[in-house]
């Protein structure tokens, strides 16, 4: 999978999920105690949160985990597709 598409696909949705519980970057970097410019790149494509980052926003989200994993691979799998960029379909854990 091209990186580029991931971090898009990825800012996209941390941006979304800000927007409906109404908080704006900067009030989301204090919660994160960074920068309102870090959430920006993120939400973006420019950067990826790395997992201390990610544990730490979906902290000030309050948002589950597993659930945002699901909701971005699903995500990811329902792109349309771009000639230069490969995604990977995900299939779910037989069991």
């Given at each position: 999978?091209?990186?580029?598409?991931?971090?898009?696909?990825?800012?996209?949705?941390?941006?979304?999920?800000?927007?409906?519980?109404?908080?704006?970057?900067?009030?989301?970097?204090?919660r994160?105690?960074?920068?309102?410019?870090?959430?920006?790149?993120?939400?973006?494509?420019?950067?990826?949160?790395?997992?201390?980052?990610?544990?730490?926003?979906?902290?000030?989200?309050?948002?589950?985990?597993?659930?945002?994993?699901?909701?971005?691979?699903?995500r990811?799998?329902?792109?349309?597709?771009?000639?230069?960029?490969?995604?990977?379909?995900?299939?779910?854990?037989?069991?």
């Amino acid at each position: 999978m091209n990186t580029k598409s991931f971090n898009d696909i990825l800012g996209r949705e941390i941006k979304r999920i800000r927007e409906e519980k109404g908080i704006t970057q900067e009030e989301l970097a204090s919660r994160m105690n960074v920068n309102a410019q870090n959430i920006s790149s993120y939400e973006r494509g420019e950067r990826c949160p790395s997992l201390f980052w990610m544990n730490r926003l979906y902290e000030a989200l309050e948002i589950d985990p597993a659930k945002f994993t699901d909701d971005l691979y699903k995500r990811l799998n329902e792109s349309p597709l771009n000639p230069n960029t490969d995604i990977i379909k995900i299939k779910p854990a037989s069991g």
